[in-house]
């Protein structure tokens, strides 16, 4: 995104006083024990409301035998979601204060989620889009309105940098109308242009100052967000797999779904926690390249979830897909996911070809398993599991390359 360098390290007490008002100023890179506030943590289960909606309706759509309409919806309802959660968690490592003010206005932006969350439905359904774009004019308001405040507290680049990203946040909001006026046909290209004008205001506000986000906030923010969607994903096949077991009565053909699906999402999990990725986190380019690629793992995750209920579904005789499609609702974000979470994280800390390939080889071998049949979803779990023990082995094997060469030994892939 940008190269420009990290800012100094601000003063921990940055922030200041007590009192229910005080001045947002920025928090410092050197603070120790920094972690996830309680808002935080409540902010990211509202969040996960409205992911398990977009999840319910590319369910719908893809059991409907209408899987590109539904992917496409689900990409631009979820980036919604995703931009709007990743925005506010850089805002917040960089100038948290946890002041009244602050939390009213994070309260505000989780109301605009949850009314984003309404509209959900009727975006996919109707392609009306008059709800979402409410939901999100509100957590984007917000946002503008934190910038807006840190500006007021500081003066100089950084103020500069403030002001940059309430009028490029305000800006783009204005743009999203055309979601509302453009033709159906246009509604796609034009998103891919707000999309794009979106993911260029941080590089431009930042541009000769960055802001002083912390490194181990923001990787512990990412995996919280992970371990949620995570969650929902396995909540969401649980309930789909009692609903076939209760109705259909179709427990051995359900079992082998249900035993491939978990082996995914804990190989899934597994993978993800095998580094602690913070220390790669060390310049705005690194970082925000890093928390930009988290939209496909993010999406891929969650779609993961979406693929087992259609895996249920079509095994009971509910979904007007074939079997090789309702397998492929399942494999393929699986292999998104595993390749996007090489790419951004894993690679990082391989030694040796042998474990630079275990990630990639592990998603060409899951995309395989789609042409299994009913026991595709199974297959694909095994190939995840082995997956992990694979990197276990490689770890266990080759400790002192790795300490040799300075850096921490990947456990998996």
Known sequence: MTSSPAPPPVPSDAP?????????????????????????LFFDLCFVVAVAQAGIELVHSVAEGHAGQGILDYAMVFFALWWAWMNFTWFAS???????????????QIAGVLVLAAGVSRAFEEH?????????????????????????ATEGPERTTALRYAGGVLTCQVGWLGLLFLPEGARPWWFLVMALLEMCVPPFAE??????????????????????????T????????????????ALGELLPIAAGGLLIIFAAWWIYFAVPVHGHLRSNRQAFLWGYGH????????????????????????????????????????????????ALHSRHFKR??????????????????????????????????????????????????????????????
């Open 16 to 40: 200041g006083g007590r009192g229910p008002l005080r001045r947002l100023r920025a928090r410092g890179r050197d603070e120790a024990h920094r972690t996830a506030s309680p808002l935080e």
């Open 94 to 108: 960089a100038y948290d204060n946890d002041d009244v003010l602050y939390r009213v206005v994070t309260l505000v």
């Open 128 to 152: 009306e889009y008059l709800v979402v774009w409410l939901g999100y004019v509100i957590m984007r308001v917000a946002m503008a309105a934190q910038w807006l405040r840190a500006a007021r």
């Open 207 to 232: 541009r000769g100052h960055g802001t002083s986000w912390h490194p181990r906030h923001i990787a512990e923010r990412y995996g919280l967000f992970t371990i949620i969607v995570l969650g929902e």
């Open 234 to 249: 396995i909540a969401a096949a649980t309930v789909a797999m009692k609903s076939g077991i209760d109705e259909n009565d």
């Open 295 to 342: 939209y496909l793992v993010l999406a891929s995750a969650a779609a993961i979830g979406a693929g087992l209920e259609v895996a249920v579904e079509e095994t009971v005789g509910k979904a007007h897909i074939s079997t090789l499609a309702a397998s492929a609702a399942v494999t393929l974000p699986t292999a998104l996911y595993l390749l996007t979470v090489w």
């Open 352 to 413: 040796g070809i042998t474990q630079q390939l275990v990630l990639p080889t592990t998603a060409l071998l899951v995309i395989c398993c789609t042409f299994l049949g009913h026991w595709a979803v199974f297959a694909a779990g095994v190939v995840c599991a082995l997956s992990v023990v694979a990197g276990e082995t490689l770890a266990t094997t080759r400790p002192a390359v790795a300490a040799r060469e300075g850096g921490p030994v990947a456990r998996t892939g």
